[in-house]
């Protein structure tokens, strides 16, 4: 009889993140508090797998998302229509 106790989270919440920050990154070399970021210096979506698996809870993850993640996610600007000039005046 197998017990599985799998806890399914897409989603990483600031306390995970919290814990992967707490360890430089090995492969980036982004210090303890700051997350992982791309050869470019951008914030890199997720973090490099070197880093999380650090954290025991997370060692079985494929992939954990950065913080910055939530910032990139709204994706629901408005669309300012210009008001242009309607013809007809006259
Ligand atoms: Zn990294």
Redesign the pocket.
Known sequence: MATATATATATAPASVADDVERHP??????EPGSP??SRGGVV?GA??A??FVRVPQLAKRLRVPTLADRDRGGRGARVTAPDADRPGGG
Do not use: M, N
Not at 25 to 30: I, K, L, Q, V, Y
């Open positions: 990154c090995p492969r980036c070399g982004a992982c970021r890199a973090y490099h070197g880093r």
